[in-house]
């Protein structure tokens, strides 16, 4: 624990300037971000006597043990910083909301040719308008089948499509009249973009001019005696307002505006938003949050507005954002979201009339959502606490051990040997720290020295980083800006090693060798999930019902399955390779192009070097080298037909990635997550 005195800045050091400041800890991350209209001011509260802080505020300040700021013009300019950096270094002791669920919402691709209205959730895309978000898939599906009828707009994915251009013949929506089907030529690419304009009108709103533009045209059919067509129309009008019926009316004056509601206890808050457009609600979601800090309703607002529209622009913004209390100054947060919107934003508390009554539902639903998450996550969190609590007595451990490293080695008889980093926190996964390994000091089968490399390597990393940076020689901090540690700069308070006390020893001799003696080690057996810690000969057995067992089973079985994936991921590319690999100088492209031109690499291999020259982008030099080394690596073995015992003449198959007649694996894709080493 950290003395606030030791890292005090002097007396007028601080500007009394707006600007944003970062707390670090004795590793360097960022534990804390925010902002202030005076830093001087502002950091003044932070180092006054600890009895009189927040509980969550003390904490903070104690675990930090540096504090920096950034001076800027305007407390606009401060409020934008504040998110960057919250978003960038996700400071444990800032409010980070958490959506519940992913969130669907109504999709139309206006970047493509032919705009096509699809369900999607996650990142947003450029070039694709969103309506929504909708609380269940089967509400956009719903209304979009409706909606179909009048705008019968491609929904197929890129391969049906194709598909259906290849053959001619459109999918059964073009047959029944709900899609207009582009990919045959029944409709010109910009009358289907007029199509997908007009739906996004409605979606968006704007439905009284197209219904009444509609009816007139229905009555015009039926004054000319065209009743098919004014039948077509009027079925028309009824599905319109079938899917308009379901977005009741909530405000008369066709208002659009975002309405938030807070429901909040000590120790958490949850956030509900309506999004209500043309007077409708076209949409609704809702955040969660641990409030680790000690923040104030109208703070908790300036967070989730920030969370809201930080990465929203233009109509996304909507003009009228309502809200339960205001953030203090009220000000820079209006600036913002006018600057976000481009033109103004009003930010305020309805006081009276449907606006207020609606305000008093979604407060209703911020209050129920709390509920359900605190009888969800209730036991979540208390579990992980208690498991923590249990390892931590079970090993002899000063604290709970709050960030875990499981390691685990992964091999096929000996071949491909790898290894995994896992890491836990609070007792939850941080994949972003996930590393991965290749043995490299020897060759075979061997988990103990595989251990001993693997931790030698993790930890002499660690160690060379605070020797670089003088943290051991006087006590200076990593030096790093960005407020992020270097890859293995971080150490955990708990290693863990996939096996029994072989492992275990191996580990601990490595950390003795590289002198760390502040990190304990253990390792869970697989037989009997036995608990081995070193220099004990009997293991250390925990309760099949313990919590502390339970998370060490979790970490453990994370790292095999990392592990395992590494090691298929690798069997794979090796088995997968092709003599034109070993060509020096030869890349992907023109390996195509060689596999392409001759059709296998057994073909190849016969040709001449005038023949090989034919290629383009072949040239004489590269010839002669690709025929030598073809010429000097072995020929695959024929195939056998295992029933008769003929050899099978046929065709060398091509086993390049991406080349034609490439094989499928059987094994799973190779996983991106995590570093390899």
């Not at 956030?271 to 908790?300: M, P, S």
């Not at 290629?615 to 000097?632: C, D, H, M, N």
Request: with cysteine; charged share 30%.
């Amino acid at each position: 624990m950290a003395d606030p005195s030791s890292y005090r800045p002097k007396p007028g050091e601080i500007p009394d300037s707006p600007g944003v400041y970062r707390f670090r800890d004795e590793h360097r991350r960022v534990i804390y971000v925010g902002k202030a209209k005076s830093l001087r001011q502002r950091l003044a509260n932070y180092f006054q006597d600890l009895t009189n802080l927040h509980p969550r505020t003390r904490t903070m300040v104690t675990t930090a043990a540096s504090v920096e700021w950034t001076v800027v013009s305007t407390e606009v300019e401060a409020l934008q910083l504040e998110y960057t950096w919250i978003k960038e270094f996700d400071p444990r002791f800032n409010v980070k909301y958490r959506d519940d669920k992913s969130y669907p919402y109504l999709a139309v691709t206006m970047n493509e040719e032919f705009p096509r209205v699809q369900v999607m959730r996650g990142q947003k895309r450029k070039g694709v308008r969103y309506f929504g978000p909708y609380g269940h898939a089967w509400a956009i599906r719903d209304t979009v089948d409706l909606l179909l009828r009048v705008f019968p707009m491609r929904t197929c994915s890129a391969g049906v499509f194709k598909n259906a251009e290849r053959t001619g013949r459109p999918c059964l929506l073009g047959y029944i009249g709900k899609c207009s089907a582009p990919c045959v030529g029944r409709i010109a690419p910009e009358d289907h973009r007029e199509l997908a304009e007009e739906f996004c009108d409605f979606m968006a709103g704007r439905t009284g001019t197209y219904l009444r533009r509609l009816e007139k045209q229905m009555l015009e059919a039926a004054d000319e005696m065209e009743y098919e067509r004014a039948g077509r129309l009027r079925d028309d009008i009824d599905a319109l307002k079938k899917a308009m019926e379901k977005n009741a009316v909530v405000l008369t004056d066709a208002t659009d505006a975002d309405l938030m509601a807070v429901a909040e206890d000590e120790l958490e808050a949850a956030v509900q938003i309506f999004h209500v457009r043309g007077g409708r609600v076209r949409g609704q979601r809702g955040w969660v949050t641990d409030k680790v800090e000690d923040v104030t309703t109208g703070a908790l607002v300036e967070h989730a507005l920030q969370q809201l529209y930080g990465e929203e622009t233009g109509d996304s913004v909507p003009k009228e954002v309502l809200v339960p209390a205001l953030p203090q100054p009220i000000e820079p947060v209006q600036d913002w979201l006018t600057g976000r919107r481009g033109s103004a934003v009003s930010l305020r508390i309805p006081q009276r009339g449907d606006k207020k009554a609606l305000m008093e539902t979604v407060q209703r639903n911020a209050l129920q959502a709390l509920a359900l998450h605190k009888t969800k996550r209730a036991s979540d969190l208390t579990t992980r606490s208690r498991a923590l609590e249990e390892i931590a007595a079970a090993l002899d451990l000063d604290s709970a051990p709050l960030r875990i490293e499981c390691y685990d080695i992964s091999h096929l008889q000996g071949e491909d040997v790898v290894a995994s980093m896992v890491v836990f926190e609070d007792g939850l996964q941080r994949k972003s720290e996930y590393r991965r390994f290749q043995i490299k000091g020897f060759e075979g089968q061997d988990d103990v020295r595989s251990m001993h490399e693997v931790i030698t390597r993790r930890f002499k990393r660690y160690v060379a980083e605070k020797e670089k940076t003088g943290e051991w020689a006087d006590g200076e901090l990593l030096t790093e800006d960005d407020g992020r540690p270097k890859r293995f700069a971080y150490p955990p308070q708990l290693v863990v090693v996939d096996g029994g006390q072989p492992q275990v020893a191996a580990a601990r001799r490595a950390l003795d060798e590289l002198g760390i003696d502040d990190i304990a080690v253990c390792g869970l057996a697989k037989r009997l999930e036995e608990v081995w810690v070193p220099d004990e000969d009997d293991p250390v057995v925990l309760p099949r019902s313990s919590e502390g067992l339970y998370l060490l089973q979790r970490v453990r079985d994370e790292a095999h399955r990392f592990a395992i994936t590494y090691q298929r991921s690798k069997r794979t590319k090796r088995l997968r390779t092709s003599p034109l690999d070993e060509v020096p100088g030869l890349g992907e492209s023109r390996k195509q192009a060689l596999i392409k031109h001759f059709g296998s690499v057994k073909r190849l291999r016969s040709a001449t070097i005038d023949q090989i020259q034919e290629v383009p982008g072949i040239g004489r030099k590269t010839a002669e080298t690709i025929a030598v080394a073809l010429a000097q690596a072995a020929p695959a073995a024929p195939a056998v037909n295992t029933a008769t015992g003929e050899i099978m003449e046929e065709e060398e198959p091509e086993t390049t990635a991406g080349s034609p007649g490439e094989p499928v694996s059987a094994g799973p894709p190779d996983e991106r997550r995590g570093q390899e080493t």
